[in-house]
């Protein structure tokens, strides 16, 4: 069973950092699709960062710059480094994962319970 378990979000000023971390069971982090998503109340899913197993890194340019993704592969986590936050990434971030298939990253089928991060101006 695939397992994913984010945790620290929080309330910040608008310039400040986060980061997130997300513990993963049952599937190996180096070796899967992993991304972080974000949903604003009212508003749908929104992929802003993913890395394959190759450590190809794709940010969706509302991020690019101030957020980066990375792996520890000795404690099987994903982790999001958020610098110069702002009000507009005030929402739950969500870790998620699949395995890769056919060489590819499609799908994200597996996904936590998310961490809310609020960005206050």
């Known amino acids: 069973e695939v397992k994913l378990v984010e945790s620290g979000g929080g309330s910040v000023q608008a310039g400040g950092s986060l980061t997130l971390s997300c513990a993963a069971s049952g599937i190996m982090v180096s070796s899967a699709c992993m991304a972080w998503f974000r949903q604003i109340p009212g508003k749908g899913l929104e992929r802003i960062v993913a890395i394959a197993p190759e450590s190809t890194t794709l940010y969706t340019d509302s991020v690019k710059g101030r957020f980066t993704i990375s792996t520890d592969t000795a404690k099987n986590t994903l982790s999001l480094q958020m610098n110069s936050l702002k009000p507009e990434d005030t929402a739950n971030y969500y870790c998620?994962?699949?395995?890769?298939?056919?060489?590819?990253?499609?799908?994200?089928?597996?996904r936590g319970q998310g961490t809310q991060v609020t960005v206050s101006s």
């Open positions: 998620a994962a699949d395995r890769i298939s056919f060489g590819h990253c499609a799908t994200y089928n597996y």
